[in-house]
């Protein structure tokens, strides 16, 4: 066996740069905390080749001392902590003093620093091992790090990086991710010489609209919740921001962005009730805390943390978006429909009927509008568009209705409501709804007769290979029974009872909703619709369906004019 024996410092750094340094965008991310941390107000980022032939940044910070340049290459040297207690509730982005030492073993670094004091800046450069001379340099206040060619003594590391493409995405994703999260600092990414990004000091939907695209500050709504030392603040997409990637997953914990399952969790729960399926919400979220109760102590890459009362910060981070996602159509913020400003002209066309028929017509839909001091949220129904649409006049111009996906949500609404008070209310049908089953559908109706008794189903085995429902729940009593009573037999026998009641009870309510909603082709009386539209005003979450499609837009008088050219 060989004897055991020290390792040599630049070994023991090339070694932790495998867990620090993972590719260039990791020293980009060290880089750039490194200048927040020094007070930075401006941070400009320059790269080549992806980042693996130059990471450049500059700031406008604190800078370091001369006499303390070489430090800021040494192992397990910083400014940012001095004891135990200090790790315990550190607020910097940095503090374990590896990451410049770490990025020196594996590159060529070079730092140009003057500190406020000074008279005069300095610089020092290292490669490898090889630490050089501090030196004379001119330069503002603030500090210059420049890495070049990384892993040019680490071959086996070398060419396990991506094409330049792959690897100058990395690097724009960790530029994306701090620049979120210091919406009052300035940012500048140049990449090969030209401008890839340059964001001022701006408000968080400004910075948002910037990084992540306007269509998702307009489908989103503001997140605003404290409760003691816990604050949850930021931006919450709404269904229509939702993708089918968790690439617009911004959560950031005091400032740090994390990787959390905790808040993960949370977040997921509390869009169990709007997004179905695969669906993945967007959202760019700041939770703060006494630094003491978060551990960022966890991992390397600092992108885990442990929370000292996880329960806790699930809870409120979990009901703090819920309250934030679920007002009714009264509290929401309008759900504008997108108007093209090019167009066309509508050409002239003939009568395919006889005018007495829309004369008829006219007079049929020219009904009294309801008087009323102010017109409520979503206004007057005027009429159905092919039976799907609800058309209907508010104080901003029109409304378009999705009548099946707006009773869906409805129903859910009250069918959640039912269930969480302990049992679906159930109504006796005046003739018992048969349905042909097959043997497994059979034995898991008689298994589960309890369970559908929760769900508001009153069902008996009628024969050999016959159901019948005596019972259904009251908002589903003139739907398709037959159809949701195979469907919950289908979720039974899959799930089992207790799964089904717990955690696919969302799923199964959608299911449910979507037998009992009104249909496309059906004819409303405006009072019907009008009612339909009083119900979306009271119901949480009515502005999406169960599935996360919206359910109403508006169309200002702005928007028609438009289209009609008026005023041109």
């Not at 990025?103 to 003057?114: N, T």
């Not at 085995?461 to 009573?485: C, K, M, Q, Y």
Request: aromatic share 4%; with cysteine.
């Amino acid at each position: 066996m060989s004897a055991i024996r020290l390792l040599p410092d630049l070994l023991v750094s090339q070694i932790a740069a495998g867990e620090v340094v993972e590719r260039p965008a990791s020293v980009l991310k060290e880089l750039m905390e490194n200048s927040l941390d020094a007070g930075a107000r401006a941070v400009s980022v320059t790269l080549d080749e992806g980042g693996v032939r130059r990471i450049q940044v500059e700031d406008d910070g604190d800078g370091i001392a001369r006499e303390d340049l070489a430090l800021a290459l040494a192992r397990h040297a910083t400014s940012k902590i001095r004891s135990l207690e200090d790790l315990e509730g550190v607020a910097s982005m940095g503090f374990r003093g590896e990451a410049l030492a770490s990025i020196a073993s594996v590159s060529r670094v070079s730092i140009a620093s003057r500190s406020r004091e000074a008279g005069h800046g300095a610089r020092i450069a290292a490669e490898g091992a090889a630490l050089g001379e501090v030196e004379p340099a001119a330069r503002a206040q603030g500090t210059t790090v420049t890495v070049e060619d990384l892993y040019f003594n680490t071959p086996a590391r070398r060419k396990f990086l991506r094409t330049e493409a792959t690897e100058f995405a990395h690097c724009e994703e960790a530029f994306r991710r701090i620049a979120l999260a210091r919406c009052d600092v300035a940012f500048a990414l140049r990449h090969n010489g030209r401008t890839s990004r340059h964001l001022r000091s701006q408000p968080l939907a400004e910075r948002a609209g910037s990084l992540l695209g306007d269509e998702f500050v307009t489908a989103s709504v503001a997140i605003q919740a404290q409760s003691g030392a816990l604050r949850l603040h930021g931006l919450g997409g709404t269904p229509q921001a939702a993708k089918a990637r968790a690439d617009t997953q911004y959560f950031f914990v005091n400032g740090r962005f994390v990787r959390d399952r905790v808040l993960a969790h949370a977040v997921r729960e509390a869009y169990s009730e709007l997004l179905h399926g695969e669906r993945q919400p967007a959202y760019v979220l700041f939770l703060e805390l006494d630094p003491r109760g978060v551990d960022v102590n966890v991992h390397p890459a600092k992108t885990e943390v442990r929370f000292r009362d996880s329960r806790a910060v699930h809870q409120f981070v979990r009901h703090a978006l819920q309250r934030a996602l679920a007002p009714g159509v009264a509290e929401a913020p309008v759900a504008y429909a997108a108007v093209s400003h090019g167009a066309p002209i509508q050409a002239a066309f003939s009568l395919a009927q006889p005018p007495r028929t829309y004369e008829a017509f006219m007079a049929a839909a020219a009904l009294p509008m309801p008087s009323a001091e102010r017109a409520p949220p979503l206004g007057f129904a005027l009429g159905q568009l092919h039976g799907v649409y609800i058309l209907a006049q508010n104080e901003a111009g029109l409304v378009l209705v999705d009548m099946h996906a707006a009773h869906e949500r409805i129903v859910m609404e009250k069918l959640k409501k039912n269930l969480d008070a302990g049992a679906v209310q159930a109504q006796a049908l005046l003739v018992p709804a048969v349905l042909q089953a097959d043997a497994l559908d059979v034995v898991t109706a008689e298994e589960n007769r309890d369970a559908l008794a929760q769900l508001g189903l009153e069902v008996s085995v009628s024969g050999p290979n016959e159901i019948s429902v005596r019972a259904a729940p009251a908002p589903l009593a003139g739907g398709d029974i037959a159809g949701l009573t195979r469907d919950l037999l289908r979720e039974l026998r899959e799930y089992g009872a207790s799964q089904v009641l717990s955690a696919r009870q969302n799923e199964l309510l959608a299911t449910m909703a979507c037998h009992a909603a009104v249909r496309a082709n059906r004819a409303l009386a405006p009072a019907e619709m009008n009612a339909l539209l009083r119900e979306m005003e009271d119901t949480e979450r009515s502005g999406s369906c169960n599935h996360g499609r919206p359910t109403w837009y508006q169309l200002t008088l702005a928007d028609l004019d438009r289209l009609f050219m008026r005023g041109r």
